[in-house]
Nanobody
Framework: QVHLVESGGGLVQPGGSLRLSCAAS????????MAWYRQAPGKEREFVAA???????NYANSVKGRFTISRDNAKNTVYLQMDSLKPEDTAVYYC????????WGQGTQVTVSS
């Protein structure tokens, strides 16, 4: 019954910005740390950012200073604000919950290209 729906991806030029959203249902959202991962073709899924139930955050070194993760417990939604995008950020982005690490949504495609 756990569902995760990612949205907000698109095509942007290098240096541009996007805000991704992940709407969660079927879980106790408030108690779950939430994370964003990404996967490019031919590569393994990699960690991007996480936010705990208390609001603490951490980021992969590759996105630190450019991406910001946040959550709105009233909306059961986690966000990823992506600024200063680079071509190497191109990937399908997925969200994930700490208590449901085996559940993934459909992902949302982010393409950074000129």
């Amino acid at each position: 019954q756990v569902h995760l729906v990612e949205s907000g991806g698109g095509l942007v030029q290098p240096g541009g910005s996007l805000r991704l959203s992940c709407a969660a249902s079927g879980m106790l959202f408030r108690v779950n740390a939430m994370a964003w991962y990404r996967q490019a073709p031919g590569k393994e899924r990699e960690f991007v950012a996480a936010v705990t139930s208390g609001g603490s955050t951490n980021y992969a070194n590759s996105v630190k200073g450019r991406f910001t993760i946040s959550r709105d417990n009233a909306k059961n939604t986690v966000y990823l604000q992506m600024d200063s995008l680079k071509p190497e950020d191109t990937a399908v982005y997925y969200c994930n919950a700490i208590q449901h690490r085996d559940i993934w949504g459909q992902g949302t495609q982010v393409t950074v290209s000129s």
